[in-house]
């Protein structure tokens, strides 16, 4: 009985520090549920030759492949199961104009590993989710957009003045995700010590604790952190690399790649873009405009 | 096929690899003292020891890894103790496969008959020397096979150790998948990697036990 009782309040006591190591990564990220993120649905649309389309319609509801872990950019918030962020509204923009409602789009979370396996094998109608377009990826599946150019950025706290840019890193430690290019990138060219995680939010939680000097990686998943600690973080703004975002759908089906190119125009014209920007990335006190879209 | 041999992820690879097997070998050897040591605190008559030794075993062997990994990498360092992500991971992985050796060196123990014990205590023997010149060394014969076990359990369980800044095998695997190499191709280098450690481990394992052996 005693042993029992002792038991119990050692994992009484290993479950706060469990419950104090992540406190910070608790908080909630769902206080940015966007602008309305209700779009005019289009009617009786139809797209001709689109296999994908046709098998969503049939099915009643569209799947899309979207990240989970990404504040205000594509995130979930597991308790109220709602998606909030700029990925997810782009998802819903263009989901509105081939005829979908919120209710008919169903969000799938794909990690970054698995994305071309996804689209490839039909498990996603298509993904959006800091995708950047490139000629490997074209070489398995098709993009529409770009709707978004990131860049590689810093991110580090408000009232860091030393690091101004990708030259001021050498010799400090900088984190990202393992394995990822950002870290290759900042410790080959840049010489900076780096630290790597599966995971931003680890990142920025070793940030907040100053234990490393910034996170590297595409500035749109760093302004969505920004966006959450406004008062403690910012981001350096000056891009070194060029990440163009893309939707990425199947290799051949060029009619539904046109029709969500058009989708993208369309809300970019009408300033449902800017507006979903600006609830979402655009809190963290930086501007963007839509890229050009490059269809083939 | 040949991912292995294009640009410089032959080093990649190399020290990836090198870093499994410290890591491996380092908690091994942490993990051995400590459950070997946890496993006495179970028998030996002295209450609190008793309790400390059960309450190891309840608590680490019941958590899953990634949460120790968690609290240990990101918990410590917020009350200032901080020793490196390395020592971290040693520390992670030892503590809590010492629970597994603990457990595994107690059932040994139990299969020692109590006549032994009890012979050895009439012959004036403390409780330390009972069980290092009588007990432990009958023990070893039955622990042997299942600590070959756990140590291969061990080295795949390093790989958590790559989510938490150590660059190894695992932290390859993740390079080589955002360079969008062959999944195939890359398990199949991966696995390698892990199948020399552990084919070595389990040819250890096989050669202690027939030295060991004894008829009965």
């Known amino acids: 009985m005693r042993t029992r009782r002792t038991a119990a309040a050692a994992l009484a006591v290993l479950a706060l520090t469990a419950v104090a190591a992540c406190g910070k990564d608790g908080s909630p990220g769902g206080d940015s549920s966007g602008p309305g993120t209700s779009y005019e649905v289009k009617k009786n649309v139809s797209i001709t030759g689109s296999p994908t389309f046709d098998a969503a319609k049939k099915r009643g509801k569209l799947i899309i492949g979207a990240k989970a872990d ?20 782009i998802a819903k923009m263009v989901a509105a104009d081939l005829g979908f409602s919120d209710k008919q789009v169903e969000f799938k979370t794909i990690p970054s590993t698995n994305r071309e396996t996804a689209i490839a094998g039909g498990e996603v109608d298509y993904y959006v989710g800091t995708y950047t377009i490139n000629d490997d990826r074209k070489k398995q599946i098709s993009f529409a957009g770009p709707y978004f150019v990131a860049g590689q950025d810093l991110l580090v706290s408000k009232d860091n003045t030393a ?54 990686t595409d500035d749109a998943i ?39 190119n058009n989708a993208i125009e369309a809300h970019e014209k009408n300033g449902d873009w800017k507006k979903a920007y600006d609830a979402t990335l655009g809190k963290s006190g930086a501007n963007a405009t839509p890229p050009q879209l490059v269809r083939y | ?74 918990g410590l360092p917020k ?32 299969t020692v008959p109590l006549g032994q014990a009890e012979a050895a205590r009439s ?16 023990a070893t014969r039955t622990v042997v096979s299942p600590t070959g076990s756990i140590l291969i359990a061990l080295t795949k369980n390093s790989a958590i150790a790559g989510a938490f800044n150590n660059a190894e095998l695992y932290g390859v695997m993740k390079t080589w998948n955002e360079l969008g190499y062959k999944i195939f191709a890359i ?30």
């Open chain 1, 70 to 89: 990404q504040p205000n950019l594509g995130f979930e918030d597991v308790a109220s199961g709602t998606r909030s962020g700029f990925d997810i509204e």
């Open chain 2, 1 to 74: 096929m040949n991912v292995l041999f294009t640009d410089d992820n032959f080093t990649l690879f190399r020290d990836g690899f090198l870093r499994t097997v410290e890591l491996t070998a380092l908690s091994g050897l942490l993990a051995l003292v400590l459950g070997v040591l946890l496993a006495a605190f179970r028998v030996s008559p002295v209450p609190p020891l008793r309790i400390f030794g059960t309450v190891w075993v309840n608590v680490l062997r019941n958590t899953p890894l990634v949460l120790l990994f968690f609290a240990v990498v990101f």
């Open chain 1, 163 to 216: 690091i101004t840019g990708p030259e001021a890193v050498k010799g400090k430690q900088v984190c990202s995700a393992t394995g990822s290019t950002s870290i290759k990138r900042i410790a080959d060219q840049y010489g900076a010590k780096t630290t790597a995680f599966d995971t931003y939010s680890q990142c920025v939680d070793k940030l907040l604790d100053g234990s490393v000097d910034a996170v590297t």
């Open chain 1, 222 to 260: 760093l302004k969505g952190y920004a966006a959450k600690y406004p008062d403690k973080l910012k981001v350096v703004g000056k891009p070194f690399s060029q990440e163009p975002y893309g939707i990425g759908l199947n290799k051949d089906d060029k009619a539904l790649r046109d029709a969500i």
């Open chain 2, 187 to 216: 398990f199949f280098w991966i696995a390698l990697g892990y199948l020399v450690i552990t084919f070595a481990i389990s040819a250890l394992f096989r050669f202690l036990e027939n030295r060991l052996a004894v008829a009965r």
């Open chain 2, 123 to 138: 012959l004036g023997m403390t409780f330390a020397q009972t069980l290092r010149l009588v007990v432990l060394p009958q």
């Open chain 2, 79 to 110: 009350i200032g103790v901080d020793l490196g992500y390395f020592t971290f991971a040693v520390l992670a992985l030892g503590c809590y496969t010492a629970s597994f050796v603990c457990e595994t060196v107690r059932s040994g123990i139990n």
